[in-house]
C-alpha cells in the first residue's frame, strides 16, 4: 500500500504504548491499513543538490527515509525540502500528504529591491511611523536622482560632518558586492543595486557590530499564519567598528562567510570571544545584565516581523501543504531601536561552528513539528473532522495576554505557558502520522532544548558594558521570548475559541516556535475570510500604543 493511499492523520491510538516509545527515542512513523491491524513505517523525505545537510540529518535522526526514485513510487514522499523555488504546477499538483518547503511568489519579500519598494508602498499607505524601521532606500539605476537629491540635501544640512550611505546588489548574499561610501564619487554599480542610509551608530558589543538572525515560519498566507522563533544567532563584526575605514569589511559587515576568514575570527575578543557568533539568547542575556529591557525589544521585533509579512501576504498566490522558513536580518542601534537590513530567502544552514550546531539543529527539528502539526490539524478540517477533531486552543482577546503567569516566566526557560501543558521533564515527544483517518487529538510538540546547548547559550558573559545613547531602561524579570500572546500588561478573562465556520485558531507553539499572528480575536477575524491589511494594522498600532503607555508607565514608577 503507497502513502498516497488515504489521508494523513495524527494517530492517537495507544497512548500509553506510545509514550513509552517515544520516552526511548522513537522515529516519526506512518501507519498503513491491513488487515491484521496497523504496520508503521517511516516517513519519506525528498531532497535535491541544493538541500542543506543538516536538514538531511535531522530528518534521518528522527526516523524518516530517504525518497529513492528508482524505488518508490513519484509520490511516495511526505516533504520536498530544498533552497530554489518550486514551480508553480508542483504546488498545483502537491497531494494531500505531501509538503514543500517554499510558499509562491514570496522573493519579492526576499529580494533587496522589491522589499524596499514594499515597505516604501506600506510606509505611504499607512504612515511612516509604523514602517520606520527600514533605512531610506533608493533602487539603482531608476532612483539616482532622487537619491542624488537627497544626497546633497543631507550634505547640506550636515556642513563639514560625513553622511554615510551602504550600496549593496539587489540579488546578492553574504555581503558580496557591498560598498560603503561618504562621498558619491565613490558610488559605482552596473546592475540592479539598492542604496541605504548607513546606520553609524550600531549598538556595539566590546566595540564590536553585531546584527541579529532572526528566524520566522509562514505556515499558510491564506489565511495568515506567522511563527517566530525564540532562539536565533548573533553574528558579529571580526574587528572594531571604525567609521574611519569604511573599506573594512571586517568592521564593517556581519555577515559570518565573509568574518570566518578574517585574521581575529580566531582570537580571543573583548566580550565577543572567540568566533564571530553567538546564539540569540545568550545576547539577551548580555543585555539584561546592563539593565535593558529586552522584552519591550523583542516586542518591537515581533511589530516589525509582521508589518514586513503584511506587506506581501495579499498578492502571495494561494498554495496547500506549504510553508516558507525566512532568516530577517535586524540591527539594533544604540538606542535600542530595531532595524530591518533584509530578509533571506532558504536561510543559511551550515553548521560553521558550535553555535550552529546548537540553534540550527533544533531549528530544523521544531520546523518539522510545527509544519505537521499545523498541517494535520488544517487536513483533518479540510476532511469535515474539525466537529470531532482536538480540543481549540485559546486565543487572547484584542484587550488581553495570557496574564501573570506568562509572564514571570524564567529568562532561562524555552517553555512558554499554553492552554496544553508542556512536561519539560520528558525527552523528545514523537509524533506518529496515520494515513487512515482518526479524530484524534494531535501530540505535545517535541523536545526541549538539549540542557548542554542551554548551559553553552546562557553562559554569564564578560561584564563589558554596551555603549548605549540613553540612559537603559529598568531591569526586567521577563523572558524575551514571550510572544504577544503573552503580554505582560493585561490579564486573560476571554479567550477565542475555533469558530462555528469550522475556523481553527493555529497552535500557539511548536517546539521553540511560538506564534505572533494572528494575535487577538481582531487579526484572526481579519485574516481569515480574505485578508483585511488596513483593519489588522489598525488592531497592531492599538496594541503597539498601549505597550509604549504601558513602558512609559514603568519607568514613571522608578
Same mark, same amino acid.
Given at each position: 500500500?503507497?502513502?498516497? %493511499?488515504?489521508?494523513?492523520?495524527?494517530?492517537? %491510538?495507544?497512548?500509553?504504548?506510545?509514550?513509552?516509545?517515544?520516552?526511548?527515542?522513537?522515529?516519526?512513523? #506512518?501507519?498503513?491499513?491491513?488487515?491484521?491491524? $496497523?504496520?508503521?513505517?517511516?516517513?519519506?523525505?525528498?531532497?535535491?543538490?541544493?538541500?542543506? !545537510?543538516?536538514?538531511?540529518?535531522?530528518?534521518?535522526?528522527?526516523?524518516?527515509?530517504?525518497?529513492?526514485?528508482?524505488?518508490?513510487?513519484?509520490e511516495d514522499w511526505n516533504l520536498y525540502w530544498r533552497t530554489s523555488s518550486f514551480r508553480m504546477?508542483?504546488?498545483?499538483?502537491?497531494?494531500? *500528504?505531501?509538503?514543500?518547503?517554499?510558499?509562491?511568489?514570496?522573493?519579492?519579500?526576499?529580494?533587496?529591491?522589491?522589499?524596499?519598494?514594499?515597505?516604501?508602498?506600506?510606509?505611504?499607505?499607512?504612515?511612516?511611523?509604523?514602517? /520606520?524601521?527600514?533605512?531610506?532606500?533608493?533602487?539603482?539605476?531608476?532612483?539616482?536622482?532622487?537619491?542624488?537629491? %537627497?544626497?546633497?540635501?543631507?550634505?547640506? $544640512?550636515?556642513?563639514?560632518?560625513?553622511?554615510?550611505?551602504?550600496?549593496?546588489?539587489?540579488?546578492?548574499?553574504?555581503?558580496?558586492?557591498?560598498?560603503?561610501?561618504?562621498?558619491?564619487?565613490?558610488?559605482?554599480?552596473? !546592475?540592479?543595486?539598492?542604496?541605504?542610509?548607513?546606520?553609524?551608530?550600531?549598538?556595539?558589543v566590546g566595540r564590536y557590530k553585531c546584527d541579529l538572525r532572526i528566524y520566522v515560519c509562514?505556515?499558510?498566507?491564506?489565511?495568515?499564519?506567522?511563527?517566530?522563533?525564540?532562539?536565533?544567532?548573533?553574528?558579529?563584526?571580526?574587528?572594531?567598528?571604525?567609521?574611519?575605514?569604511?573599506?573594512?569589511?571586517?568592521?564593517?559587515?556581519?555577515?559570518?562567510?565573509?568574518?570566518?576568514?578574517?585574521?581575529?575570527?580566531?582570537?580571543?575578543? /573583548?566580550?565577543?570571544?572567540?568566533?564571530?557568533?553567538?546564539?540569540?539568547?545568550?545576547?539577551?542575556?548580555?543585555?539584561?545584565?546592563?539593565?535593558?529591557?529586552?522584552?519591550?525589544? *523583542?516586542?518591537?521585533?515581533?511589530?516589525?516581523?509582521?508589518?514586513?509579512?503584511?506587506?506581501? $501576504?495579499?498578492?502571495?498566490?494561494?498554495?496547500?501543504?506549504?510553508?516558507?522558513?525566512?532568516?530577517?536580518?535586524?540591527?539594533?542601534?544604540?538606542?535600542?531601536?530595531? *532595524?530591518?537590513?533584509?530578509?533571506?530567502?532558504?536561510?543559511?544552514?551550515?553548521?560553521?561552528?558550535?553555535?550552529?550546531?546548537?540553534?540550527?539543529?533544533?531549528?530544523?527539528?521544531? +520546523?518539522?513539528?510545527?509544519?505537521?502539526?499545523?498541517?494535520?490539524?488544517?487536513?483533518?478540517?479540510?476532511?469535515? !473532522?474539525?466537529?470531532?477533531?482536538?480540543? @481549540? &486552543?485559546?486565543? $487572547?482577546?484584542?484587550?488581553?495576554?495570557?496574564?501573570? +503567569?506568562?509572564?514571570?516566566?524564567?529568562?532561562? @526557560?524555552?517553555?512558554?505557558?499554553?492552554?496544553?501543558?508542556?512536561?519539560?521533564?520528558?525527552?523528545?515527544?514523537?509524533?506518529?502520522?496515520?494515513?487512515?483517518?482518526?479524530?484524534?487529538?494531535?501530540?505535545?510538540?517535541?523536545? #526541549?532544548?538539549?540542557?548542554?546547548? &542551554?548551559?553553552?547559550?546562557?553562559?554569564?558573559?564578560?561584564?563589558?558594558?554596551?555603549?548605549?545613547?540613553?540612559?537603559?531602561?529598568?531591569?526586567?524579570?521577563?523572558?524575551?521570548?514571550?510572544?504577544?500572546?503573552?503580554?505582560?500588561?493585561?490579564?486573560?478573562?476571554?479567550?477565542?475559541?475555533?469558530?462555528? !465556520?469550522?475556523?481553527?485558531?493555529?497552535?500557539?507553539?511548536?517546539?521553540?516556535?511560538?506564534?505572533?499572528?494572528?494575535?487577538?480575536?481582531?487579526?484572526?477575524?481579519?485574516?481569515?475570510?480574505?485578508?483585511?491589511?488596513?483593519?489588522?494594522?489598525?488592531?497592531?498600532?492599538?496594541?503597539?500604543?498601549?505597550?509604549?503607555?504601558?513602558?512609559?508607565?514603568?519607568?514613571?514608577?522608578?
Amino acid at each position: 500500500m503507497s502513502l498516497r %493511499e488515504g489521508n494523513v492523520q495524527v494517530c492517537s %491510538e495507544g497512548t500509553e504504548n506510545r509514550r513509552a516509545q517515544d520516552e526511548k527515542g522513537e522515529p516519526d512513523l #506512518v501507519a498503513e491499513d491491513q488487515p491484521s491491524g $496497523a504496520t508503521w513505517k517511516p516517513l519519506v523525505f525528498r531532497v535535491d543538490e541544493t538541500t542543506p !545537510d543538516v536538514v538531511q540529518s535531522v530528518l534521518l535522526e528522527r526516523g524518516w527515509d530517504k525518497f529513492d526514485n528508482r524505488e518508490q513510487d513519484v509520490e511516495d514522499w511526505n516533504l520536498y525540502w530544498r533552497t530554489s523555488s518550486f514551480r508553480m504546477a508542483e504546488h498545483v499538483n502537491v497531494k494531500p *500528504w505531501q509538503r514543500l518547503n517554499h510558499h509562491p511568489g514570496t522573493s519579492k519579500l526576499t529580494r533587496k529591491d522589491r522589499l524596499g519598494k514594499l515597505l516604501k508602498h506600506m510606509k505611504g499607505t499607512y504612515g511612516s511611523p509604523l514602517y /520606520e524601521f527600514i533605512p531610506s532606500t533608493f533602487v539603482m539605476p531608476n532612483d539616482y536622482c532622487k537619491f542624488v537629491g %537627497e544626497y546633497f540635501k543631507e550634505k547640506q $544640512a550636515l556642513g563639514a560632518k560625513p553622511g554615510f550611505w551602504i550600496c549593496k546588489p539587489a540579488e546578492l548574499s553574504r555581503g558580496r558586492g557591498i560598498v560603503i561610501f561618504s562621498d558619491i564619487k565613490d558610488l559605482t554599480f552596473d !546592475d540592479t543595486y539598492i542604496v541605504q542610509k548607513y546606520i553609524c551608530n550600531p549598538l556595539l558589543v566590546g566595540r564590536y557590530k553585531c546584527d541579529l538572525r532572526i528566524y520566522v515560519c509562514v505556515t499558510s498566507f491564506k489565511p495568515l499564519t506567522i511563527y517566530i522563533y525564540q532562539e536565533g544567532l548573533v553574528r558579529f563584526a571580526t574587528e572594531k567598528f571604525d567609521l574611519s575605514n569604511l573599506r573594512n569589511s571586517y568592521a564593517h559587515l556581519t555577515n559570518s562567510s565573509i568574518n570566518k576568514s578574517g585574521a581575529s575570527y580566531g582570537k580571543i575578543k /573583548e566580550v565577543v570571544g572567540r568566533g564571530c557568533k553567538w546564539t540569540l539568547r545568550r545576547f539577551f542575556s548580555y543585555l539584561r545584565s546592563w539593565d535593558v529591557d529586552d522584552l519591550c525589544l *523583542w516586542q518591537q521585533i515581533q511589530h516589525m516581523v509582521i508589518l514586513t509579512v503584511l506587506a506581501i $501576504a495579499p498578492s502571495v498566490p494561494f498554495a496547500t501543504n506549504c510553508f516558507e522558513l525566512f532568516g530577517f536580518d535586524v540591527l539594533i542601534d544604540d538606542n535600542l531601536k530595531p *532595524w530591518l537590513l533584509e530578509v533571506n530567502y532558504s536561510p543559511a544552514l551550515s553548521l560553521d561552528c558550535s553555535t550552529d550546531v546548537s540553534v540550527k539543529r533544533k531549528l530544523i527539528h521544531d +520546523t518539522i513539528e510545527l509544519i505537521y502539526l499545523h498541517g494535520l490539524r488544517n487536513e483533518r478540517k479540510e476532511r469535515g !473532522d474539525h466537529a470531532h477533531g482536538s480540543p @481549540s &486552543v485559546p486565543l $487572547a482577546d484584542s484587550d488581553k495576554g495570557l496574564g501573570d +503567569t506568562c509572564s514571570r516566566l524564567p529568562c532561562g @526557560s524555552l517553555l512558554q505557558v499554553t492552554s496544553r501543558t508542556l512536561n519539560k521533564d520528558k525527552p523528545a515527544i514523537k509524533k506518529a502520522v496515520r494515513i487512515h483517518p482518526e479524530n484524534k487529538p494531535a501530540t505535545q510538540p517535541r523536545e #526541549v532544548m538539549n540542557r548542554k546547548d &542551554v548551559l553553552l547559550s546562557t553562559r554569564e558573559p564578560p561584564k563589558t558594558k554596551p555603549k548605549f545613547k540613553g540612559r537603559p531602561t529598568a531591569p526586567t524579570t521577563l523572558t524575551p521570548y514571550a510572544s504577544l500572546l503573552q503580554s505582560p500588561a493585561h490579564k486573560t478573562s476571554a479567550s477565542l475559541r475555533d469558530t462555528s !465556520d469550522g475556523s481553527q485558531v493555529p497552535h500557539p507553539q511548536a517546539g521553540n516556535f511560538v506564534l505572533i499572528f494572528p494575535f487577538n480575536e481582531a487579526t484572526f477575524g481579519a485574516s481569515r475570510n480574505g485578508l483585511q491589511v488596513k483593519r489588522i494594522i489598525q488592531v497592531l498600532q492599538k496594541r503597539m500604543n498601549k505597550q509604549h503607555s504601558h513602558v512609559a508607565g514603568k519607568k514613571m514608577q522608578r
